[in-house]
């Protein structure tokens, strides 16, 4: 489908937002990533997308989740990534944090090697660095993202330890830090995730992802599956975490509401394709796409 | 030279096919290159069982000559049957000369120990080794710490290392101690005592590790760094024998074993090594009190 050559998409440069970011250059460029599962044919990304209603191709079944999309991040931006079940939101955040492997597209991260360098082409090391000290990704079920059976503070540590943090003592300095950010209490830092609550497990995995200062937060779904004043409680949590450190964040979520709360531009997804984008305001205030208006007006 | 009347008839000499040795040996080359790193090789059946040093067993197998001069120790004594029968099976496929003396060795196979006398660059120390791969603690898959190796992914072990201290106040695995080999693989060096470890640093000798149940076979070259995980604020630390001595040749620079009487209850120490205490005891007795002065020097992990 033609128009989906988005290229100036999230370029949302709304004047006098006092924020970290540096003019110029995005911190995340992504081109044309394209991740199908099963045989490919060569008719599969014509054949399927928001026209043909489907993201199953007709000619080899293979399931084009996400096809084409294209964004740029700058620092301290949060993107938002919205659209049904299945319309390939996860699969994008899970390629970029390298989850999952791409089909086609490339993706450049200004921290790394200047941005000159395609990271979804990089080797399993360097996006394992990559990962462990450019990134933080926060699941929506906190066991994806957590050691159940490791503790709270070794569940911190581990992020630390990978990026080469070999001092006890400031592990555990570091861990409170996170966890009285994250509001955990303290005492529970040696305790085993697996006995906390939803809330507090969710909680403890945006420590984890913040471990290392990440300049970059992906959130797959992060307030689904817990009750509305919990949501609301990490929403704040993660609206004050992006104040104070100013990070660049990629939000995926099917709740509007989050989406409005959180998000300065968003890319809405349909069967694998970004249908629409622009700044969060104008999407939900004017909607475009036949799609995004359904959205929109099914919003309560 | 092979005493040719202790060697049974019908056997190739050192009980494997030429093609095995050379296999293993290739094997040997491979691990000696990449320090630390496991290579797989196939494992043969032996007249011992899995689990009772086959896999130190090929390697010695595979490097024996007839020049060769053996020493086989089990947790530090030689005349543990463990010991006794791996010689004896050697003596009985090769001819060779075996020894106690570990200084007169030039091959020397081991299980769970490291001799306290400091080895020199021409000799050769085997391992016997039950579970070659230091993630299994963390990692159940052999794919997945294949992978973890690949890309020298070691925060899940130093988490549980992390985990350890925050339990315990300290690192507390005993024998097995996980290091680090010439800055690149983690390796596990055989259930010796931490006390060796430092032994394994800079060592002079060429060590090698054979795991005959789980078909892994590595190595630390001559003059290789070897570090045990340790964090910046918790040291790694080897046994302490403060205060205690051998009772048989007063050394208390060695790794001691506790002996309790079965009858009176009480509780005396010795060298685990044996014969480095029978070769101090004889000194002693030659020479008077005072020829065993130790300095330190023969242990690596002494301080």
Same mark, same amino acid.
């Given at each position: 489908?033609?128009?989906?050559?988005?290229?100036?998409?999230?370029?949302?440069?709304?004047?006098?937002?006092?924020?970290?970011?540096?003019?110029?250059?995005?911190?995340?460029?992504?081109?044309?990533?394209?991740?199908?599962?099963?045989?490919?044919?060569?008719?599969?990304?014509?054949?399927?997308?928001?026209?043909?209603?489907?993201?199953?191709?007709?000619?080899?079944?293979?399931?084009?989740?996400?096809?084409?999309?294209?964004?740029?991040?700058?620092?301290?931006?949060?993107?938002?990534?919205?659209?049904?079940?299945?319309?390939?939101?996860?699969?994008?955040?899970?390629?970029?944090?390298?989850?999952?492997?791409?089909?086609?597209?490339?993706?450049?991260?200004?921290?790394?090697?200047?941005?000159?360098?395609?990271?979804?082409?990089?080797?399993?090391?360097?996006?394992?660095?990559?990962?462990?000290?450019?990134?933080?990704?926060?699941?929506?079920?906190?066991?994806?993202?957590?050691?159940?059976?490791?503790?709270?503070?070794?569940?911190?540590?581990?992020?630390?330890?990978?990026?080469?943090?070999?001092?006890?003592?400031?592990?555990?300095?570091?861990?409170?830090?996170?966890?009285?950010?994250?509001?955990?209490?303290?005492?529970?830092?040696?305790?085993?995730?697996?006995?906390?609550?939803?809330?507090?497990?969710?909680?403890?995995?945006?420590?984890?992802?913040?471990?290392?200062?990440?300049?970059?937060?992906?959130?797959?779904?992060?307030?689904?599956?817990?009750?509305?004043?919990?949501?609301?409680?990490?929403?704040?949590?993660?609206?004050?975490?992006?104040?104070?450190?100013?990070?660049?964040?990629?939000?995926?979520?099917?709740?509007?509401?989050?989406?409005?709360?959180?998000?300065?531009?968003?890319?809405?997804?349909?069967?694998?394709?970004?249908?629409?984008?622009?700044?969060?305001?104008?999407?939900?205030?004017?909607?475009?796409?036949?799609?995004?208006?359904?959205?929109?007006?099914?919003?309560? | 030279?092979?005493?040719?009347?202790?060697?049974?008839?019908?056997?190739?000499?050192?009980?494997?096919?030429?093609?095995?040795?050379?296999?293993?040996?290739?094997?040997?080359?491979?691990?000696?290159?990449?320090?630390?790193?496991?290579?797989?090789?196939?494992?043969?059946?032996?007249?011992?069982?899995?689990?009772?040093?086959?896999?130190?067993?090929?390697?010695?197998?595979?490097?024996?000559?007839?020049?060769?001069?053996?020493?086989?120790?089990?947790?530090?004594?030689?005349?543990?049957?463990?010991?006794?029968?791996?010689?004896?099976?050697?003596?009985?496929?090769?001819?060779?000369?075996?020894?106690?003396?570990?200084?007169?060795?030039?091959?020397?196979?081991?299980?769970?120990?490291?001799?306290?006398?400091?080895?020199?660059?021409?000799?050769?120390?085997?391992?016997?080794?039950?579970?070659?791969?230091?993630?299994?603690?963390?990692?159940?898959?052999?794919?997945?710490?294949?992978?973890?190796?690949?890309?020298?992914?070691?925060?899940?072990?130093?988490?549980?290392?992390?985990?350890?201290?925050?339990?315990?106040?300290?690192?507390?695995?005993?024998?097995?101690?996980?290091?680090?080999?010439?800055?690149?693989?983690?390796?596990?060096?055989?259930?010796?005592?931490?006390?060796?470890?430092? @032994?394994? $640093?800079?060592?002079?000798?060429? #060590?090698?590790? *054979? !795991? =005959? &149940?789980?078909?892994?076979?590595?190595?630390?070259?001559?003059?290789?760094?070897?570090?045990?995980?340790?964090?910046?604020?918790?040291?790694?630390?080897?046994?302490?024998?403060?205060?205690?001595?051998?009772?048989?040749?007063?050394?208390?620079?060695?790794?001691?074993?506790?002996?309790?009487?079965?009858?009176?209850?009480?509780?005396?120490?010795?060298?685990?090594?044996?014969?480095?205490?029978? @070769?101090? $005891?004889?000194?002693?007795?030659? #020479?008077?009190? *005072? !020829? =065993? &002065?130790?300095?330190?020097?023969?242990?690596?992990?002494?301080?």
């Amino acid at each position: 489908m033609d128009g989906l050559e988005i290229t100036d998409v999230s370029s949302c440069d709304l004047s006098g937002r006092q924020d970290h970011r540096v003019p110029g250059e995005p911190m995340l460029r992504v081109r044309g990533l394209t991740r199908i599962y099963g045989r490919e044919c060569p008719d599969c990304v014509p054949r399927t997308g928001p026209e043909a209603g489907s993201n199953i191709c007709p000619g080899c079944g293979s399931v084009v989740a996400c096809a084409g999309v294209s964004f740029d991040l700058y620092a301290g931006e949060i993107l938002g990534v919205v659209g049904e079940s299945g319309s390939g939101k996860s699969t994008l955040v899970q390629c970029l944090y390298f989850d999952s492997a791409v089909t086609a597209g490339e993706a450049y991260l200004r921290n790394y090697r200047e941005g000159a360098v395609n990271i979804l082409g990089s080797s399993a090391q360097e996006q394992r660095h990559i990962r462990h000290h450019l990134m933080g990704m926060v699941y929506q079920k906190p066991h994806q993202g957590l050691r159940l059976d490791c503790t709270a503070g070794g569940n911190i540590a581990e992020k630390l330890l990978a990026a080469e943090f070999f001092h006890v003592g400031r592990i555990r300095e570091r861990a409170s830090e996170l966890l009285l950010r994250t509001e955990v209490p303290l005492e529970r830092m040696d305790h085993l995730p697996r006995h906390f609550s939803g809330g507090m497990q969710q909680r403890v995995q945006i420590a984890k992802a913040l471990a290392n200062s990440p300049p970059l937060v992906f959130l797959d779904e992060v307030t689904t599956g817990l009750d509305v004043s919990v949501q609301a409680r990490v929403l704040d949590l993660i609206r004050h975490l992006h104040r104070e450190l100013g990070l660049a964040m990629v939000v995926v979520s099917h709740d509007l509401g989050v989406i409005r709360l959180l998000t300065d531009c968003t890319l809405v997804m349909k069967t694998g394709r970004v249908v629409e984008a622009g700044l969060t305001d104008q999407i939900l205030g004017d909607p475009q796409h036949p799609y995004t208006q359904l959205l929109v007006s099914s919003l309560l | 030279m092979p005493d040719k009347q202790a060697v049974r008839p019908g056997y190739n000499f050192a009980f494997l096919d030429e093609q095995t040795k050379k296999e293993i040996r290739r094997r040997i080359l491979k691990a000696v290159a990449v320090p630390g790193y496991q290579v797989p090789f196939a494992s043969r059946e032996l007249p011992i069982a899995q689990g009772w040093g086959t896999g130190g067993l090929q390697l010695t197998l595979a490097l024996v000559g007839p020049g060769d001069v053996v020493k086989v120790i089990d947790q530090g004594s030689d005349d543990v049957v463990n010991a006794v029968n791996i010689r004896r099976l050697l003596l009985q496929t090769t001819g060779v000369k075996t020894t106690e003396d570990t200084g007169a060795a030039t091959l020397i196979q081991t299980r769970h120990r490291i001799p306290e006398e400091r080895l020199r660059e021409e000799q050769a120390l085997v391992f016997q080794v039950p579970y070659p791969e230091p993630l299994r603690r963390v990692e159940p898959s052999e794919v997945k710490t294949r992978e973890m190796h690949a890309e020298a992914d070691y925060s899940r072990l130093w988490v549980f290392l992390y985990e350890d201290i925050v339990r315990w106040r300290e690192i507390t695995i005993g024998a097995q101690y996980p290091v680090l080999v010439n800055g690149r693989y983690v390796m596990d060096p055989s259930p010796i005592p931490r006390w060796d470890i430092p @032994k394994l $640093h800079m060592a002079a000798n060429l #060590n090698l590790f *054979g !795991a =005959g &149940r789980e078909k892994r076979i590595y190595a630390v070259p001559p003059y290789t760094r070897v570090e045990p995980l340790a964090f910046e604020d918790h040291q790694f630390r080897v046994e302490s024998f403060d205060g205690k001595h051998c009772a048989v040749c007063g050394s208390t620079a060695s790794f001691l074993d506790e002996l309790i009487d079965d009858h009176t209850g009480a509780r005396r120490h010795t060298c685990s090594d044996v014969a480095y205490c029978a @070769k101090r $005891h004889q000194l002693l007795s030659e #020479n008077g009190p *005072g !020829a =065993g &002065r130790q300095t330190g020097n023969e242990t690596g992990g002494g301080a």
